[in-house]
């Protein structure tokens, strides 16, 4: 199987990637409207096939990115029937199957958190992913959106504690950078209904925990009964790609763009060869119209530039020309990719050189 867990600084949402090794389907769970564009250019680095995802619940602190993934992949939309959120693919419920390749997640209800929260646990039951029920030594807040801490603490000791020891647990969300916890150790450890811990305790301990509203909760709660769906101006800019070419964003973090488009479009762009002088003049020869600014002198020499052109980068690999498009991001200029594999593949493809030595 295929693991992978992401995060979301902005609301310390964990997402998490699921596939099947063999077929390569694969499944989102609690994806986050901001970053899928990296998780997008993740499931394609790693060859995946993208078939749905899960919302534990409908989450206040961020969007989802369900709609958005679904636009972008034909992913399927997939939550609990108890969420009350409309324009899911499929509606989910305690025992139902969700399947990635021949491996799948068992849903189990766990609400308290919410009235439609679930926990998902992995065919062999050696993970689950428990959404905003059980956290790592703590657990969801139960005092919005139908939270009620008695079904909390039944939900935890009954779905989740019933869980092998050894089983991982993954949580939707953790505040101070814990990744993972288990079983055994939440039933030992777990300060709000851990040990001998009552529920009139964590009852108690849960009427008093004077959190703050969370800042999104107007924003996100709305958009996410609608599953993440575009309803807002903003939400509609950030779902945009870039018009100005076909460019990729890798999950490094950087735009790229693919010879063959740059070949047909030279004309179309500042081209910046980010090479040293001696390369530039060199056996590798260049790009025509490739103008050199060496990539140490790329962030005093921004004011050289057409702000109002699309900036190309290039290097000998494909890697100092990365490096370029993130100062000139940084400078200001918006419409700026990378010439994926640099010299070395436009040369490789038989692409147009000039001043090549033989
Ligand atoms: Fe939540």
């Given at each position: 199987m295929i693991f992978?867990?992401?995060?979301?600084p902005q609301s310390s949402t964990y997402t998490y990637v699921l596939a099947d090794g063999n077929t390569h389907d694969a499944i989102l769970i609690d994806p986050v409207f901001e970053q899928v564009r990296r998780?997008?250019?993740?499931?394609?680095?790693?060859?995946?096939?993208?078939?749905?995802?899960?919302?534990?619940?409908?989450?206040?602190?961020?969007?989802?990115?369900?709609?958005?993934?679904?636009q972008r992949k034909g992913s399927t939309i997939v939550i609990s029937a108890a969420s009350g959120a409309e324009g899911a693919d499929r509606y989910v419920g305690e025992g139902d199957r969700i399947e990635f390749g021949v491996r799948h997640l068992f849903v189990r209800s766990t609400p308290g958190h919410t009235g439609g929260c679930i926990s998902l646990v992995?065919?062999?039951?050696?993970?689950?992913?428990?959404?905003?029920?059980?956290?790592?030594r703590g657990t969801g807040r139960t005092d919005f959106q139908q939270g009620d801490a008695h079904k909390m603490f039944h939900a935890v000791h009954e779905k989740i504690f019933a869980l092998p020891d050894n089983c991982l647990l993954y949580p939707a969300h953790d505040y101070r950078g814990l990744t993972v916890t288990s079983v055994g150790?939440?039933?030992?450890?777990?300060?709000?209904?851990?040990?001998?811990?009552s529920?009139?305790?964590?009852?108690?301990?849960?009427?008093?925990?004077?959190?703050?509203?969370?800042?999104?909760?107007?924003?996100?709660?709305?958009?996410?009964?609608?599953?993440?769906?575009?309803?807002?101006?903003t939400v509609r800019e950030q779902a945009t790609e870039p018009q100005w070419a076909p460019v990729n964003y890798t999950f490094a973090g950087i735009w790229e763009i693919q010879p063959q488009w740059l070949e047909e479009n030279l004309d179309a762009v500042q081209l910046i060869d980010v090479?040293?002088?001696?390369?530039?003049?060199g056996p590798l020869g260049r790009i025509p119209q490739a103008r050199l600014i060496s990539l140490g002198e790329l962030a005093d020499r921004t004011g050289e530039l057409d702000a109002q052109r699309p900036i190309v980068t290039i290097c000998r690999a494909?890697?100092?020309?990365?490096?370029?498009?993130?100062?000139?991001?940084?400078?200001?200029?918006?419409?700026?990719?990378?010439?994926?594999?640099?010299?070395?593949?436009?040369r490789s493809e038989g692409r147009v050189v000039e001043n090549a030595g033989v």
């Open positions: 992978r867990q992401l995060f979301d998780d997008s250019a993740l499931i394609d680095e790693l060859g995946l096939k993208l078939r749905a995802t899960i919302d534990t619940h409908v989450h206040a602190d961020h969007v989802t990115g369900a709609w958005l993934h679904k992995l065919d062999d039951r050696s993970m689950a992913f428990t959404g905003d029920c059980l956290l790592i150790e939440e039933r030992r450890f777990n300060p709000r209904l851990g040990g001998e811990l529920e009139d305790d964590f009852n108690g301990y849960m009427r008093n925990l004077r959190l703050a509203h969370p800042k999104q909760i107007d924003i996100a709660v709305p958009a996410n009964l609608l599953c993440g769906a575009a309803a807002s101006e090479r040293e002088p001696d390369e530039f003049v494909g890697g100092r020309s990365a490096q370029a498009t993130v100062i000139l991001r940084q400078a200001g200029f918006g419409e700026v990719a990378n010439l994926a594999g640099g010299m070395l593949r436009w």
